[in-house]
């Protein structure tokens, strides 16, 4: 019994550096990396306060698990206790610092999802891929192993025969259980007023990272009986208005291209086989600072006004907050996918799939990307692959051919690639060698952007933060201190844009080129006007040969995309189209009623399925909304239509991993006829 005491005095007292560590952790963490531009919505400190308490849970909990194992190790010896003890301080510490260095160079809490990154990819995020951001986390490293030494050095001295101290690690210890006690949970509640970020900021790293890992590797997995499958397969298509059959059951996204919308596309806009196509993915391009109703004013003069004379939908919703999202979704209306998206499965062979840029390869159209970072991360790559792109013109491909390298301001400094203006400068050249080559068919480019992404780094930085100062007096002065750099790439963006179609204009194939604008979800650091807002973004289609320009309301998604292009382009008049398709949006209507027709199911970057639009209620994070005129939603009471929503939400998540994991998002007519490409 005198020994039982004595090692919970011991384990106790050494436990309680763990506490203080972790306490140092935040300490630094707030003082040197918690950027200006991160909104909390109950200050600062409060949020300081709230992210030790949920570290302090996370202690209470290792604690108790830990107590069995360490006084087996204590009954042994207490040598081989104190050996081990230290090992896992010492690896402790080493986790914490690969936490934080993950989050505050990419603002995500680092879990499960670590299985479904390669290294080069999560040496990428931090920064190495392109010169390191090390000398950034000086504070981070320096401030934690120097206190982690001591507290190893220091506190088993200062424990050996202190009573003080003793009670004083008990009375730590006694704290954090009470915390955990009364709060019940190890997690903050994403909340309607903070944004995901400030969220994930108060979250334990370590207890995120760990309890996701225990979660994935002792999942069962997913068994879904054939008598559950037809019953979800039954009311999602119900739910629908689609048909179901035999056919259908094996297939469950699968309809008659006769079930998409179609347009009067003539009253506005002319197209043939000769048009070319340029589709712009835009990183953060956000409803919240472009057009008359932004929340935070119109900030991007040029594009609205190419939006005024465009045909318009400001009220767009991504599927997802990640940019993986988009490919998937804007070109093939694919589903979400599970851990980092579809475009990450690699469980076994891609799925087959029909695609807006495969139906184009057949038609004739050469299909290009353009993109001025690492074009393998997060899937791109390999996807723009499957679907028949011929060239790829990323970071690499520029340095070799044109033996340029990318504009990095300081090697400490992150930077995903070539700036989106420099980027524009070698698409035109790119331009210039096909016309060269006499080339005849017609184009589709797609290009993304990477500007408006953090660490929010620019050349002439300083230029574009007194411009957005100077332009933007609807914003208040502490709001411009705080955001200052993601504000001035607003206007880099939009400078961006306003050169690239002025060089476009120069150019003979202007008079025959579409151009299609959406972002790719909103812009993550600078606060949200409700929990819809990460998702909301613009839509436009712009073209010298428009006949007329109108701004429509309803809400749509990035699935819309392959349906509307399908449409527009008169691609079920071309003999080899596919007779049904997949995609979960069916495309615009062109209306104005600011409501959906289609549901439009949006998910996190971990792959989760957080919530469903359906008319004009949405159900998200379990809370059910009436969206109003600009994406502004209203708390609702209404248990049969969230009970609805509920299972709608439910059916899909199983259908999402079912045709996934099966190969069976599309038919076996159309995975004959439409190929994944093996690489070009």
Not at 68 to 80: E, F, G, H, I, N
Not at 239 to 252: E, K, N, Y
Not at 348 to 361: D, G, Y
Not at 478 to 486: A, G, H, Q, Y
Request: aromatic share 16%.
């Amino acid at each position: 019994m005198k020994k039982t005491i004595a090692f919970l005095h011991e384990y106790t007292k050494l436990f309680s550096a763990v506490i203080f560590l972790l306490i140092i952790f935040r300490i630094i963490e707030y003082l040197f990396l918690v950027p200006d531009e991160i909104h909390f919505y109950e200050g600062k400190f409060r949020g300081f306060t709230y992210s030790v308490e949920f570290d302090l849970i996370f202690v209470s909990l290792c604690y108790l698990i830990s107590l069995l194992p360490a006084y087996l190790c204590y009954l042994l010896s207490r040598k081989v206790f104190r050996f081990f003890f230290y090992l896992f301080f010492i690896l402790f510490v080493l986790v914490l610092l690969i936490l934080n260095h993950f989050f505050h160079t990419n603002y995500l809490l680092l879990d499960k999802t670590v299985f479904f990154f390669s290294f080069r990819e999560l040496l990428y995020i931090t920064g190495n891929e392109s010169g390191g951001v090390a000398q950034n986390f000086a504070a981070l490293y320096i401030g934690t192993i120097l206190p982690a030494l001591a507290l190893l050095i220091f506190i088993p001295r200062i424990s050996d025969g202190s009573r003080f101290y003793r009670y004083f690690s008990w009375a730590l210890i006694l704290c954090c259980s009470l915390l955990f006690l009364s709060r019940k949970k190890l997690a903050p509640n994403q909340k309607e007023e903070t944004n995901l970020i400030e969220t994930q900021l108060y979250s334990s790293k370590a207890s995120h990272f760990f309890v996701s890992i225990s979660d994935h590797l002792w999942s069962s997995g997913n068994q879904t009986s054939e008598e559950e499958l037809q019953r979800n397969v039954q009311f999602f298509r119900d739910h629908l208005g689609l048909q179901t059959g035999v056919a259908s059951s094996s297939v469950p996204f699968e309809y008659p291209v006769s079930e998409l919308h179609t347009n009067p596309w003539s009253e506005y806009l002319e197209v043939n086989d000769s048009t070319n196509f340029v589709v712009i993915f835009s990183e953060s391009l956000s409803s919240s600072f472009i057009g008359k109703d932004a929340h935070f004013g119109n900030m991007m003069p040029f594009l609205d006004s190419l939006a005024s004379q465009s045909l318009y939908w400001p009220n767009m919703l991504s599927i997802t907050d990640r940019t993986h999202g988009i490919f998937s979704a804007a070109l093939a209306g694919l589903p979400i996918g599970f851990e980092r998206g579809i475009l990450n499965y690699r469980e076994s062979k891609f799925p087959e799939h029909v695609s807006i840029p495969k139906i184009l390869h057949k038609k004739g159209y050469v299909n290009s990307f353009f993109y001025g970072g690492w074009s393998s991360y997060d899937g791109y790559r390999p996807f723009v692959d499957y679907n028949y792109f011929t060239n790829c013109i990323d970071d690499k491909y520029i340095k070799q051919k044109y033996g340029s390298d990318p504009k990095i301001l300081d090697q400490s400094e992150h930077s995903w690639g070539y700036f989106d203006q420099e980027l524009s400068r070698f698409y035109f050249k790119f331009l210039d060698e096909q016309a060269s080559k006499k080339q005849k068919q017609a184009q589709f480019n797609l290009i993304l952007t990477l500007s408006l992404h953090s660490p929010f780094l620019l050349p002439d930085q300083e230029k574009y933060i007194q411009q957005t100062r100077q332009n933007n007096p609807q914003l208040s002065k502490d709001f411009l201190n705080n955001f200052e750099k993601p504000l001035s790439c607003i206007t880099y963006t939009d400078e961006f844009y306003r050169k690239f179609f002025q060089e476009y204009q120069r150019r003979p194939e202007y008079q025959n080129t579409v151009f299609l604008i959406l972002g790719d979800h909103n812009l993550h650091t600078v606060g949200y006007k409700n929990v819809l807002d990460r998702y909301h973004v613009p839509f436009l289609i712009y073209s010298p040969k428009l006949k007329k320009s109108k701004q429509f309301n309803e809400i749509i998604s990035h699935w819309d995309v392959p349906a509307t292009l399908f449409d527009l382009m008169k691609l079920k008049q071309f003999p080899q189209s596919p007779g049904t398709v997949h995609w979960l949006g069916k495309g615009v209507q062109m209306k104005s009623q600011t409501r959906s027709v289609e549901p439009i199911f949006l998910g996190i970057y971990t792959g989760e399925h957080t919530g469903v639009l359906q008319g004009d209620h949405l159900l998200l994070f379990d809370k059910l909304y009436k969206v109003e005129k600009g994406l502004q939603i209203r708390p609702i009471q209404n248990d049969p239509l969230k009970d609805s929503l509920s299972r709608l939400l439910q059916s899909y998540q199983l259908l999402n991993r079912y045709t996934i994991e099966n190969d069976l998002i599309t038919s076996p007519i159309n995975k004959e006829n439409y190929q994944n490409a093996n690489g070009l």
